[in-house]
């Protein structure tokens, strides 16, 4: 069964850092694609970053290009993002998965806020 636990979400100021954490279970993670989305306050979750399986090659929404870096760490089942000069519409319950896509987790809330 694939588990996916989302972590490092918190409160902080427009402007700062944070960086997210995904450990994934259940599958072969190095054999899969994974991404990251998002789902901010009443709008529909959308993608944010993309990254291979061997995490040679990465892909971003524009929206996140140049403040966003998606990392793997295949030893430890583990996918990063991690998330520099945030802004208010950054807000939002963030979401790792699988490509193909598995069932959700419970994400984890991120706040940008003075």
């Known amino acids: 069964q694939v588990q996916l636990e989302e972590s490092g979400g918190g409160l902080v100021q427009p402007g700062g850092s944070l960086r997210l954490s995904c450990a994934a279970s259940g599958f072969t993670f190095s054999s899969y694609t994974m991404r990251w989305y998002r789902q901010g306050p009443g709008k529909e979750r959308e993608w944010v970053a993309t990254?291979?399986?061997?995490?040679?090659?990465?892909n971003y929404a524009d929206f996140v290009k140049g403040r966003f870096t998606i990392s793997r760490d295949n030893a430890k089942n583990t996918v990063y993002l991690q998330m520099n000069s945030l802004k208010p519409e950054d807000t939002a319950m963030y979401y790792c998965?699988?490509?193909?896509?598995?069932?959700w987790g419970q994400g984890t809330q991120v706040t940008v806020s003075s």
């Open positions: 990254i291979t399986s061997a995490g040679t090659k990465t």
């Open positions: 998965n699988k490509y193909p896509l598995a069932s």
